[in-house]
């Protein structure tokens, strides 16, 4: 299961508290994470015919940052319902794909770039809760 | 044979299928003593070289779909293949062997005017490098009897695209045609959104259909769905076929679209050609859908 950075997220609500920042040394998080609402980060990888996580779990009305890798050929990442997708996930260099859900439930995403015999079955389940 | 509706309606009967029979359009056959009707056959996705569950006659189910085309009288006066039709391979080699061995297999048609175009499984792997060598080029235009046919591939590039330059050809095509030309357009994937969680969708194919939009008489026939489907997008038909391998659910009827099952029962269930007649004067086609084989 996919989680948001922890890390980061810690940081953003402590944060909160500004004289705890740069004892933590967390000073590279200050200006643009006071700037930014706070983001859910997920970092995963696909390969032939897997994504890392084969579920993801976020906040409904905070923005969605995935960082996808593709381990070995070009493949796809797109969430239908949420109409984002990414042009196309290579091999060796992160693809971003930026949404923030407006709904729960429970929603697929796949690989829509076709990468071969066992292309129908990469997916995974998005969770909004 | 005389070419009589009765003939065909004759060869349903046999084919046990006579009450599927889809008309497209206003209800009636076409009137085969026109000179000017015609009648093609509509054959897709036969994955030549899967082997699997879905399909214990593999091997000779397209040779079967051959012979059941080869039995049509009077013959159809071209054949269209809407892609995949091989399964997809990770090794050049195998998927040269396996084109190779799909086209000495259709050699048996006697239908000799055929016309190909590549499904995903073809071409996505190599941009359809191996699919061009064997079939020549994956987009084409040609006439026929007073329509216009248009072939393009959203497969090539496997983001299932057209592509821009693809578009720009299409443009320059449709540039040529009046605007109530008789078009009919023949591509691999849905132009339309049919069930993109199930990757049933060609990303550029809302373009496409705006293109075409402006011509009065566009058909649209496809595949890549392993089942009969009929959607209208404005005036523009869109007709799915089915496969000759294993069927597909139903857009969104089933949480992942894994083949349905094999039914030893009532072999080859699901899978099929279809016959395409122009209409005497009109501006739609009659769909006769066929099973693989005759039953009983």
Not at chain 1, 95 to 121: N, S
Not at chain 2, 147 to 154: C, G, T
Request: include cysteine.
């Amino acid at each position: 299961m996919a989680k948001i950075d922890a890390p980061r997220r810690r940081a953003l609500r402590l944060l909160g508290g500004a004289g705890a920042v740069g004892a933590l040394g967390l000073a590279g998080y200050t200006a643009a994470a006071l700037a930014q609402p706070e983001e859910q980060h997920i970092k995963m990888t696909v390969k032939r015919f897997e994504y890392s996580q084969k579920e993801i779990h976020v906040k409904k009305g905070i923005p969605v940052v995935v960082e996808i890798v593709s381990l070995d050929v070009p493949h796809g990442f797109s969430v239908p319902d949420f109409h984002v997708r990414a042009e196309v996930v290579m091999p060796g260099k992160p693809t971003f794909i930026r949404f923030t859900p407006d709904k729960t439930g429970e929603f697929l995403y796949l690989c829509d770039v076709f990468c071969g015999t066992g292309h129908e079955a990469l997916e995974g389940s998005l969770f909004v809760t | 044979m005389s070419h009589s509706p009765l003939d065909r309606r004759q060869f349903l009967k046999l084919a046990g299928v006579g009450g599927a029979v889809f008309v497209s359009g206003l209800p009636g056959f076409a009137n085969a003593q026109n000179a000017q009707d015609f009648y093609f056959v509509q054959m897709s996705d036969s994955h030549w070289g899967f082997e699997g569950a879905p399909n214990p006659d593999a091997k000779l189910t397209l040779k079967k779909a051959i012979a059941s085309v080869n039995a049509l009288s009077p013959a159809p006066e071209f054949i269209i293949f809407t892609g995949d039709l091989t399964h997809t391979t990770d090794d050049p080699a195998e998927r040269r062997k396996r084109m190779g061995e799909f086209k000495e297999i259709v050699s048996e048609l006697k239908v000799k005017n055929i016309h190909f175009i590549p499904g995903e499984h073809d071409a996505s792997l190599d941009r359809g490098k191996a699919f061009t060598e064997f079939f020549g080029p994956t987009n084409y235009t040609f006439d026929y009897k007073g329509v216009h046919f248009i072939a393009m591939d959203n497969v090539s590039d496997p983001t299932a695209s057209f592509g821009e330059e693809q578009r720009n050809w299409l443009a320059a095509d449709l540039a040529k045609q009046s605007k109530d030309a008789r078009i009919v357009f023949f591509t691999h994937r849905p132009l339309f959104d049919l069930q993109p969680s199930w990757d049933w969708a060609t990303r550029d194919g809302a373009q496409v259909i705006d293109m075409l939009m402006p011509y009065q008489n566009v058909t649209v026939f496809y595949g890549h769905i392993h089942q009969e489907h009929h959607h209208m997008t404005g005036h523009i038909p869109h007709h799915a076929a089915k496969s000759l391998i294993f069927p597909l659910p139903a857009p969104g009827s089933q949480p992942k679209r894994t083949p349905l099952a094999w039914n030893p029962a009532a072999p080859y269930s699901g899978l099929g050609f279809r016959e395409i007649q122009t209409k005497a004067g009109g501006k739609d086609f009659d769909l006769t859908e066929f099973p693989v084989v005759k039953q009983g």
